[in-house]
């Protein structure tokens, strides 16, 4: 058998931390085994997936050294391999599935299942569909199809009993059926879910090995249900512990900067960086802390594979990268520092923003230190204006920070009306709106133009610069941020 793994990320955003984590270790494992690893872009959320995005998702990878044998930009004997290109392969399968009542049509609508869902809380049960549809009359159902009307295809649960499978890092797992819901396959779209997507790639790419994080083990009995309806084999699948904070909670862009792209910028090596996510999950057999990929993969084994869940230190990280710099000769470290802060792309970035204001190239490092260097340390005085309180800047920061999380296009005129219109439905001046925004991003009450400085940092950095503003103004208790995410929402509404 030819070990053949994947990872399957979606373009929608930047390109997550989590991502290269496990494409670190399911590209370990298929060389390891002289295998393939291939590359599988999932784009059916067609309203949030971009081609942008998608780009980004393969230079970050690439940047920290993990290459792929097969992918949607390389090609490869089992393609396509973007899942939007693959459509007429989920529909067939999903009409097998209908035609042997191994699945069904539902046209239960938004509210009814909202209100199911509420009633099952509230009665202390776990959330799942009722099976409203299930008992429906067969020509009924033709009849609202073939009429356009809209339904989805949900998979058929058992009523009672249970689902074992086998977790190569965690033994027998065992899922009474009751906790499993039947799980919507395909969408009212016609696109379909993650759960039937991915059995049919992975069969069809004949993936024999799964390494994924441990927030798909709930999933697995609904894979387990559609190889045996289909009559595959399954893939030896493993969970990985999710990358956790200093407080156990998962690592969320909300607390974390989880962009591979904000540590690329702020000047960590690719090497230290995939160094220390093959340590979260992973110990050398001597315990060295300091590897490369290819000695990882000469001595990588399941056993030594860990199941806690690992805690993301930036100190830790901050300390091995640094490591990993002294380690450099000296002409190595100057071509990293010209390549990271002087190279000729960032430059042209930085060009319009500076050359007009500038009369001596001495006066261009006061200009541009934050962009190229931490932000000044900012404080509850840094906030003090005479239009705006505390609470005022709070609350600004706090909704730019939400509306710059699902901020899509990360441009400068495409910042200008996002924010624009945000201040607008808030009500605030716009040059007051600003205010905090500038020492957020900056450090400064002025600096160069605001919306220029943000596209030049990247979405995670700003964010991140945002939310330890936020900190500096004294942070938001638990009651504050759901206060004011229920007068984001009123505003979005």
């Known amino acids: 058998m030819t070990v053949r793994t994947r990872v399957a990320p979606s373009p929608t955003g930047d390109p997550h931390l989590g991502t290269a984590y496990m494409a670190l270790f399911n590209c370990a494992f298929a060389k390891k085994h002289g295998g393939q690893f291939v590359l599988r872009i999932e784009d059916t959320d ?27 930009d390389i090609g490869g004997p089992y393609g396509p391999y973007r899942q939007s290109d693959r459509l007429d392969h989920y529909t067939k399968h999903a009409a097998e599935l209908v ?113 994924r994080g441990e927030e798909w ?148 490092l006061p200009q541009v230190d934050y962009l190229l260097g931490e932000r000044a340390e900012i404080t509850r005085a840094s906030f003090v204006h005479k239009g705006l309180g505390e609470s005022d800047c709070l609350r600004i920061l706090d909704h730019v920070l939400r509306t710059l999380e699902r901020t899509r296009v990360w441009q400068r005129d495409d910042l200008f009306e996002e924010l624009k219109s945000l201040a607008e439905a808030m009500d605030v001046k716009f040059r007051d709106f600003l205010f905090p925004l500038f020492v957020a991003v900056s450090g400064r009450e002025i600096s160069l133009p605001l919306f220029d400085s943000m596209a030049f940092l990247g979405s995670d950095l700003t964010r991140t610069r945002i939310r330890t503003a936020i900190d500096a103004l004294g942070g938001l208790s638990k009651k504050e941020t759901r206060r004011l995410e229920r007068a984001f929402q009123e505003l979005d509404g």
């Open 99 to 211: 035609e042997r009542g191994q699945a069904f049509h539902c046209f239960c609508s938004t509210a009814r299942l909202a209100e199911l869902r509420r009633a099952q809380q509230s009665a202390g049960e776990t959330p799942r569909y009722d099976g409203h549809c299930l008992g429906m009359d067969e020509s009924d159902k033709v009849r609202r199809v073939e009429s356009g009307e809209a339904h989805v295809i949900r998979l058929r649960v058992p009523d009672d009993g249970e689902c074992t499978f086998e977790d190569g890092l965690r033994g027998a797992i065992t899922i009474p059926w009751q906790q499993v819901d039947m799980q919507v396959l395909v969408k009212s779209d016609g696109y379909p879910t993650y759960h039937l997507a991915v059995v049919v790639d992975d069969h069809q790419m004949d993936i024999t090995h799964v390494l």
């Open 46 to 72: 067609q309203a949030r997936s971009t081609t942008e995005s998608e780009q980004v998702i393969f230079d970050a990878l690439r940047w920290m050294g993990l290459e792929w044998d097969e992918g949607p």
């Open 217 to 364: 083990i709930s999933s697995v009995p609904k894979h387990v249900l559609l190889y045996q309806y289909f009559g595959w084999d399954m893939p030896s699948h493993y969970h990985l512990p999710l990358l956790r904070n200093s407080d156990q909670t998962k690592m969320s862009k909300r607390r974390n900067p989880t962009s591979i792209n904000y540590y690329q910028r702020c000047g960590y090596l690719p090497e230290a960086l995939l160094n220390y996510l093959a340590l979260m999950g992973w110990s050398m057999p001597d315990e060295r802390e300091i590897f490369g990929f290819d000695e990882m993969v000469e001595a990588l084994d399941v056993d030594r594979m860990s199941t806690g869940a690992p805690v993301f230190d930036t100190e830790k990280l901050n300390w091995l990268n640094g490591q990993y710099i002294r380690g450099l000769s000296s002409s190595a470290f100057m071509d990293r520092v010209a390549d990271w802060a002087i190279n000729r792309a960032r430059l042209e970035e930085l060009v319009p923003l500076i050359q007009e204001r500038t009369e001596r190239f001495i006066d261009l």
